[in-house]
């Protein structure tokens, strides 16, 4: 059964809002973890210029400082950790250097910072370690009159491995990941518990439409066929009293061709109702064990007589194989097929019937070679009432499709107009490995 997928629009629509909000989520979350993972670089950065400050300026003597002192001291320091470069950048030059310092980190502002893929530089001018509060500490400081690099007014650069975290191996999806997809699932599985929900409604209006349809079917078939078996009575009465005045020898020629009419008619009126009746009859299937290789050759054997006389060849090409079927049905289908077969034929054709296995499962075909099925006809051969030719009465190759149906089985046809027809039934169980 085919659904209007429009019926599952707000169940997905909802699914793709909410998905889309957890991705939303999930780059907010990130974009605030790396602003955190910066205020923290910065602040270590912070700790380490004040750190590396106190001990320039423990060192310092304004002017008079010994900067080669304060840089073999500064490169101790740093030993073994993640900063990479010191350089105190003076007024008049470069007083101190630890490390490799690139060209370009160089600038004319006295204060900033620098972010790269792997590196992380500030900057700032070096403070004394103590400010004289009021005159009277800075009259007892003992570094009055020398004051603290009072014109060099030197600027340090710090630098330090700083690698930019890739999204999906930083710490942050490590810890996210779990809930990220946890919740992925959770709204995978409500949509899906959803559109379950949605379908079995669906399928039980549609199961609950289908058996009154059913019931309603039966009942019209049940009354079709009692109405059919009620009027072949009336038949059967016309049939006799069209015999009975036949065969009195004193009615003109003429009246008796008239009857002979009548007759044909009656009989052409008495199988179409037995095909009707068959059609509209309601009858499960009885499985039993079925030679089909045997049941092909006794249809084949009692058929032969009509081949013959229409000069055409019937070949059986079916190997021993059992499988599980009405036999009476399946002769009926048998006889059906053959016969259709026997009618599109000219003489020196050939019909076969071929046994043939499609994986596990058995297919059986009845070819002909004859005048084939009009295009317009083909998608609509098996229904009723529906035929290719002008005396059929299109109810024969319904049957056969609602005999087939009811094994379980498939039909289907493919023809070529003036090359022949294939009727393929598929689908067929083995019952059991034939000795």
Known sequence: MKHDTRLYRIP???AMGLIMALGVWILWSWQGYSERSMDWRRQRAQDSFATLNAVIASMSNGELTDWKQVETVLSSVIRDSRTLFVVVQGRHGRLVQTGTMPEFLMTNSTRGEIQTDDLYVMWSPLQPSHIPANWTEALESINLGLGLWPRSNPVMYLGFRSSTENFTSSWFWRRQAPIFASALVCILAVTAVWITGIRRRILAGELASERIRSAHLEELGLAAAGLAHETKNP?????????????RHDIPAESRAMLGYIMDEVDKASSRLGNFMNFARQRKPSLAPVRIDRLC????HILGPDFEAGGIELLIQVRAATISADEAMLRQVLVNLLLNSLHASAAGTTVRIVLGRQERRLELCVEDQGRGIPAELLPDIFKPYVSGSATGHGLGLAIVKRVVEAHGWKISARSIRGQGTTMTISGIKPARETP
Do not use: S, W, Y
């Open 12 to 14: 997905l629509m909802t």
């Open 235 to 247: 038949l059967g009465i016309i049939m006799g009293m069209a015999q009975q005045i036949e065969a």
């Open 297 to 300: 050759h006794e249809v084949a």
